[in-house]
Antibody, heavy 117, light 107 residues
Framework: QVLLQQWGAGLLKPSETLSLTCAVYGGSFSGYYWSWVRQTPGKGLEWIGEINHIGSTNFNPSLKSRATISVDTFKKQFSLKLTSVTAADTAVYFC???????????WGQGVEVTVSS | AIQMTQSPSSLSASVGDRVTITCRASQAIGYDLGWYQQKPGKAPKLLIYATSSLQSGVPSRFSGGGSGTDFTLTISSLQAEDFATYFCLQHYNHPYIFGQGTNLEIK
């Protein structure tokens, strides 16, 4: 059984950097892409970006290069950093697994991030 | 980016009803579409991948169809546990785009 467990700071001030980490337990880490997805009441679900075990990444251009994703294959963890946050980045952030034609079959529990002065 | 238009945005139905939710892509995406169910406070759950393949453990009353630009999720006989929000996702190319969601409510 595969389990994704995520953590990170839940309250940020505008202009700070959001930092979240997702650990993968069980299953293979290589052979998949590992994504970050966020959800807001207003915009729904938004794919942020993804990384594989060798560090190849893809991002949503809507984040305007503010997002970076890194991987620690030894620890089976991947991390998201989002710089210069504003209130618009307030959301629940999820990590998820993607492999081939099966996208997001496993998800983290979600972390609620609030950006407020 | 590809746009996904999901309809209806909300739907009221009764236990035992057959319901269909649709997603339309702004360009052809082959069969690269998935469907997810989400309940309040929980992560989405994969129901259907590659347009019509049932994810392991998902009841057979869920089915998906379509190709190109038009896709459907059908629940053949609604059960009480099916009342939730449903999303489609295109993964034909980056950025992956979700539909806006369909809130399925009890009539």
């Amino acid at each position: 059984q595969v389990l994704l467990q995520q953590w990170g700071a839940g309250l940020l001030k505008p202009s700070e950097t959001l930092s979240l980490t997702c650990a993968v337990y069980g299953g293979s880490f290589s052979g998949y892409y590992w994504s970050w997805v966020r959800q807001t009441p207003g915009k729904g679900l938004e794919w942020i970006g993804e990384i594989n075990h060798i560090g190849s990444t893809n991002f949503n251009p809507s984040l305007k290069s503010r997002a970076t994703i890194s991987v620690d294959t030894f620890k089976k963890q991947f991390s998201l950093k989002l710089t210069s946050v504003t209130a618009a980045d307030t959301a629940v952030y999820f990590c998820a697994r993607a492999g081939g034609s099966i996208l997001f079959d496993y998800w983290g529990q979600g972390v609620e991030v609030t950006v407020s002065s | 980016a590809i746009q996904m238009t999901q309809s209806p945005s909300s739907l009221s139905a009764s236990v035992g009803d057959r319901v269909t939710i649709t997603c339309r892509a702004s360009q052809a995406i082959g069969y690269d579409l998935g469907w997810y169910q989400q309940k309040p406070g929980k992560a989405p759950k994969l129901l259907i991948y590659a347009t019509s393949s049932l994810q392991s453990g998902v009841p057979s009353r869920f089915s998906g169809g379509g190709s190109g630009t038009d896709f459907t999720l059908t629940i053949s006989s609604l059960q009480a546990e099916d009342f939730a929000t449903y999303f489609c996702l295109q993964h034909y190319n980056h950025p992956y785009i979700f539909g806006q969601g369909t809130n399925l409510e009890i009539k």
